[in-house]
């Protein structure tokens, strides 16, 4: 079982936790734990997609909040996912974003087309969503 921790990194702050607020937090880093334990991993804005009768299109396991600011407006409701291999392999794909998806290893940006066979995913890879951004770190 892998362990993989995400930051997402992002402008300004709706939490409205600042340091002078006592909570100790940089608002402009959100860094969460995940247990990648499902073959695949949604990521988008907000946490369902439905279509226009209401019915449930797709779930986002990583959920950007609708609303929450511009950088948050610059990923789509079913941007991209994350696949999980037999072989622990970790790869990204784009869902027809709006805004395009990208990984960023040592400083060297990789595009993630849509409609391609994914790019696989590295420890230490910081995987952009529009302008928004998640680190991925694996630990053992």
């Known amino acids: 079982t892998e362990t993989w921790s995400r930051s997402a990194r992002r402008t300004g702050s ?3 936790c ?3 607020s006592g909570c100790g937090l940089d608002p402009t880093v959100v860094a969460l734990q995940l247990l990648l334990t499902l073959d695949c991993i949604n990521l988008g804005r907000c946490a369902e997609v439905r279509d226009r009768r209401n019915r449930l299109l797709r779930t986002n396991h990583v ?3 609708d609303g929450a600011g511009p950088i948050n407006e610059t990923v789509s409701r079913a941007h991209a996912h994350i696949d999980c291999a037999e ?4 790869r990204l794909f784009d869902d027809r974003s709006g ?3 990208s990984i960023v290893r040592t400083g060297r940006t990789i595009n993630v087309p849509s409609g391609s066979r994914g790019v696989r995913l590295q420890s230490g890879d910081e995987i952009v969503l529009g302008e928004a951004r998640l680190r991925m770190t694996t630990t053992y």
């Open 18 to 20: 600042g340091r002078s």
């Open 99 to 101: 805004h395009g998806t």
């Open 87 to 90: 072989n622990g392999e970790y």
């Open 63 to 65: 959920a950007f909040s």
């Open 14 to 16: 709706s939490t409205g």
